[in-house]
């Protein structure tokens, strides 16, 4: 059997609909963090303007009740103001579930969407986003994190390792994929060992929540 993640971004404090909405129809729940949205617009960054708190949501789902639950979301937000929150997928490999390692079969090709993530530390998000509108991206949401290196590790490794980490996360057209890896490649910020890393993948059902516009 084949699974999907999906993730859903909205507004602080909005994420119990969502999963709400998730298990009435078919799932067993998800897990949310709170994420900083970072305004797609560079002025409004740098004024401090534009960004809020969100709730991200993941939730795993069979893949014949992705579409249900998928739908169902869309519903319960469809009242909202419109960008009132973004809804994606992505495809699952492998999934441990009830200590039972479960395998799918990737079949998603041609993805209009790519969801580039870029782990980097503390204090660097912002700098990443900016690098990535130069190159087409909008805008982006920021997770809190941390490393998971030991001090040990560091030392053998002759690495500079930093606990705290950023993760940002940013939807773009697969064709801008290119083009805004590369922009965040040349950030000095990432030059050094063990400063971040950053990877992509492809992004199916990709969904502005609210009402359209």
């Known amino acids: 059997m084949n699974y999907s993640l999906l993730i859903c971004e909205v507004p602080h404090g909005k994420a119990d609909r969502i999963s709400s909405a998730a298990v009435n129809a078919g799932s067993f729940g998800g897990t949310v963090c709170m994420g900083r949205k970072i305004s797609a617009s560079g002025l409004a960054s740098a004024l401090g303007l534009g960004g809020s708190i ?5 939730i795993v789902v069979e893949e014949e009740n992705k ?3 998928f739908s169902a979301i869309k519903a319960e937000c469809e009242k909202e103001k419109p960008g009132f929150g973004l809804l994606w997928s992505l495809e699952v490999s492998g999934l441990i579930k009830n200590a039972n390692l479960l395998k799918g079969e990737p079949c998603m090709e041609n993805a209009a969407h790519e969801l580039i993530s870029v782990i980097l530390n503390k204090g660097y998000a912002d700098d990443a986003m900016a690098a990535a509108r130069k190159a087409g991206a909008t805008g982006g949401t920021v997770i809190n994190a941390r490393g998971t290196a030991r ?16 993760m940002l996360m940013i939807v773009v057209e697969h064709d801008k994929k290119d083009a805004v890896l590369k922009s965040i490649q040349e950030l ?3 030059k050094e060992p063990g400063s971040g890393i950053t990877f992509s993948a492809p992004v199916a059902d990709f969904t502005v929540l609210g009402k359209q516009r």
Request: charged fraction near 30%.
């Open 54 to 58: 969100a709730d991200v949501v993941y």
């Open 67 to 69: 579409l249900p639950i």
């Open 151 to 166: 001090e040990d590790d560091a030392k053998f490794f002759g690495m500079h390792i930093v606990p705290e980490k950023e």
């Open 188 to 190: 000095a910020c990432l």
